[in-house]
């Protein structure tokens, strides 16, 4: 599979973002045909790579496929989203009775992580 069918062909959808490296410094690739919140989520999930000091992997194996460590897909699945909302704004969304809608604008974050957030974090629980 080439690259460019990911970056501008039919892949262009499945493509989320990617982080190579170029002259010892990290690039992050990303999709800009997604939606805001979409993109700053897939952002955040590369940047957790680098914060968790994730090496850059190659981005396919010999086999051709797209090659990558779940164990370090797993940790920044959860450190992204906790960089767009941390525990703090999601007991004060929770608080406040601010709307998943509201929030995911106010946060610039997709709807889906507000709401991963405030289930994760026990923020309705922490309030009541």
């Known amino acids: 599979m080439h690259v460019a069918f990911y970056t501008t062909g039919p892949g262009r959808k499945d493509f989320s973002a990617v982080t190579l490296q170029h002259r010892g410094k990290r690039w992050i690739v990303h999709n800009d045909a997604h939606d805001a919140g979409r993109q700053a989520s897939n952002i955040a ?3 957790a790579h680098a914060l968790l000091g994730h090496p850059i992997e190659a981005l396919f194996g010999a086999d051709g496929k797209r090659s990558h460590n779940q164990d370090h897909e797993d ?12 525990d703090e704004a999601a007991l004060f969304i929770v608080q406040t009775r601010m709307s998943v809608g509201d929030a995911a604008e106010f946060y610039g974050a997709s709807r889906e992580v507000v709401q991963m957030r405030i289930n994760v974090s026990g923020a ?3 309030v009541a």
């Open 75 to 86: 940790e920044a699945n959860w450190l992204g989203p906790a960089l767009l909302i941390s």
């Open 45 to 47: 999930h590369e940047i």
């Open 124 to 126: 309705r629980k922490r």
